[in-house]
């Protein structure tokens, strides 16, 4: 079974990622997959962190068009 995280922050080689029940853990930046940044969604399996970039982008279409209507009201 695949856990799923959003990478919320980065800060001194840690990732710090809300899991999907929604609690923050820790991971160390150099075990994930390169590149990770930021609002990335990726998935783990047997100790391997994928990038999931369809969700990712997903997410980050959703939240542009979150913010636009917000401006827009």
């Given at each position: 079974?695949?856990?799923r995280?959003?990478l919320d922050?980065?800060?001194?080689g840690?990732?710090?990622?809300?899991t999907?029940?929604?609690?923050?853990i820790?991971?160390?930046l150099?075990?994930?997959?390169?590149?990770?940044?930021?609002?990335?969604?990726f998935?783990e399996?047997?100790?391997n962190?994928?990038?999931?970039p369809e969700?990712?982008e997903?997410?980050r279409?959703r939240?542009?068009?979150?913010?636009k209507?917000?401006?827009?009201s």
């Open positions: 079974m695949k856990n995280y959003v922050l980065i800060e001194s840690w990732a710090i990622c809300e999907s029940d929604q609690k923050q820790q991971i160390l150099s075990e994930l997959y390169p590149g990770a940044k930021e609002g990335d969604h998935a399996n047997e100790g962190y994928y990038f999931l969700e990712t997903e997410a279409s939240n542009a068009a979150l913010l209507s917000l401006w827009e």
